[in-house]
């Protein structure tokens, strides 16, 4: 099932995410339910506040499972089903996103982060980039018809007042499910910085509600916000 708006996909198959090259397209959505047993992995690393900051180049043809900070993030557990099935949907979702980018090398970030992060919405200094939550609650976004993307910035105001020009109807934040796989643009997108996507980080109060989040990025194509 595919639900087509006039700025963003959704879909419960992954050639979905193929799309984000179309004209106006700002964001696709791929539809999906989360492994459990990788789920109950994850919430053990988030409970026992066991870090998790991996940040690695993915060249053709290699795999997450043999990058070096992977091994030693994990080492004799490498072995286990449920970071094997982990590291598994890392290189599937590299090569969704090789696909989409064409681009040959990605950069990879697998991390729990503990805070708010980019806490105004905005958009990202790239040209594509991928997302997928594994735990804890996934990035927020506006449709573009919800949006005042002439209020972009802080422009000296606090972050809430800010929030509150860019998105002046609350009801109309999206939230990116756990486990749904988001490709989008950001404004150097090739003839289409326009339909940049107007996103933030989800609101976070304390450590105990700790994301893990997958972020791929074209290498060398700078840091996003």
């Given at each position: 099932?595919?639900?087509?708006?006039?700025?963003?996909?959704?879909?419960?198959?992954?050639?979905?995410?193929?799309?984000?090259?179309?004209?106006?397209?700002?964001?696709?959505?791929?539809?999906?339910?989360?492994?459990?047993?990788?789920?109950?992995?994850?919430?053990?690393?988030?409970?026992?506040?066991?870090?998790?900051?991996?940040?690695?180049?993915?060249?053709?043809?290699?795999?997450?499972?043999v990058a070096p900070s992977v091994r030693e993030q994990f080492g004799a557990n490498l072995s286990e089903p449920a970071v094997d099935s982990l590291l598994s949907d890392v290189d599937r979702l590299?090569?969704?996103?090789?696909?989409?980018?064409?681009?040959?090398?990605?950069?990879?970030?697998?991390?729990?982060?503990?805070?708010?992060?980019?806490?105004?919405?905005?958009?990202?200094?790239?040209?594509?980039?991928?997302?997928?939550?594994?735990?804890?609650?996934?990035?927020?976004?506006?449709?573009?018809?919800?949006?005042?993307?002439?209020?972009?910035?802080?422009?000296?105001?606090?972050?809430?007042?800010?929030?509150?020009?860019?998105?002046?109807?609350p009801s109309r934040i999206r939230t990116m499910p756990a486990w749904h796989v988001a490709i989008f643009k950001g404004r150097t997108?090739?003839?289409?910085?326009?339909?940049?996507?107007?996103?933030?980080?989800?609101?976070?109060?304390?450590?105990?509600?700790?994301?893990?989040?997958?972020?791929?990025?074209?290498?060398?194509?700078?840091?996003?916000?």
């Open positions: 099932m595919e639900t087509i708006a006039t700025d963003f996909i959704t879909g419960t198959e992954p050639e979905i995410l193929e799309s984000i090259v179309e004209n106006c397209v700002s964001l696709c959505l791929w539809e999906r339910a989360p492994k459990p047993d990788v789920a109950a992995f994850l919430a053990e690393i988030v409970t026992l506040k066991i870090p998790l900051a991996l940040d690695f180049i993915m060249e053709p043809g290699a795999s997450a499972k590299i090569a969704r996103f090789r696909a989409a980018s064409g681009a040959p090398a990605i950069r990879v970030r697998l991390t729990r982060i503990v805070d708010a992060a980019c806490a105004v919405f905005h958009t990202d200094t790239l040209s594509l980039r991928l997302l997928c939550t594994y735990h804890g609650d996934g990035t927020q976004w506006i449709p573009n018809e919800h949006a005042n993307r002439k209020q972009l910035g802080l422009r000296g105001r606090s972050i809430g007042k800010a929030n509150r020009a860019i998105a002046p109807d997108f090739p003839g289409d910085g326009e339909s940049a996507l107007i996103h933030r980080s989800h609101p976070q109060c304390c450590e105990a509600h700790a994301r893990i989040r997958l972020v791929l990025d074209i290498a060398g194509a700078g840091q996003g916000c």
